[in-house]
């Protein structure tokens, strides 16, 4: 096998991290979680990315490190960050790979009890509430357009939600 077991995209407080983690352990790859390597690769918290250089620098980084990633060759569960899907080449990237990709959705109030609304999440900051809505409305079409799975993952266990993924990419038991 080469090149990713699986895509998961979805919003801020979807599981994205979590659900990847437990799926790279049951799987026996790595994670490779594109905010992670953003952070990694320049030393800087998305946060500082975002207010020392400005939201299109940090899309142009992300955008490398997705690419990268489904271009590389190794077994791993790929978790993107929110708005990845939102750049046209990473949509078509995804949409020509030969990988399957899992929406994670989960409403507002989920999200926002897992993640807070902290200030590691910059387009969160102003009226978060408000902000995750409209990102999401946003968002949606292109995360459902791109997933060949839809999985709900609001009020139920990581392991309720990997046993799911794993079942729909016929990996189950």
């Known amino acids: 096998m080469s090149g990713p077991v699986v895509v998961l995209v979805g919003p801020p407080g979807a599981g994205k991290s979590t659900v990847g983690a437990a799926l790279a ?36 980084l992300e955008r490398a490190a997705v690419l990268q990633a489904l271009a590389d060759q190794r077994p791993c569960v790929l978790a993107l960050g929110g708005g990845a ?18 929406f994670l959705d989960v409403t507002i109030g989920d999200a926002a009890s897992r993640v807070g609304f902290d ?5 969160l900051l102003v009226n978060p509430r408000a902000s995750w809505t409209r990102l999401m409305n946003a968002r949606r079409p292109t995360y459902e357009r791109l997933a060949d799975h839809h999985v ?22």
Not at 34 to 50: N, Q
């Open 25 to 60: 352990d049951r799987f026996g790859v790595p994670l490779v979680d594109t905010d992670t390597e953003v952070e990694t690769t320049t030393g800087r918290s998305i946060s500082d990315i975002f207010v020392e250089d400005g939201e299109a620098a940090f899309r142009d």
């Open 85 to 102: 899907v939102m750049q046209d080449e990473v949509a078509a990237a995804l949409e020509s790979a030969d990988v399957q990709v899992v």
């Open 119 to 123: 200030t590691s999440r910059p387009l």
């Open 152 to 173: 709900q993952t609001g009020g139920r266990t990581p392991a309720d939600v990997v046993a799911e993924v794993a079942e729909r990419l016929g990996a189950g038991g």
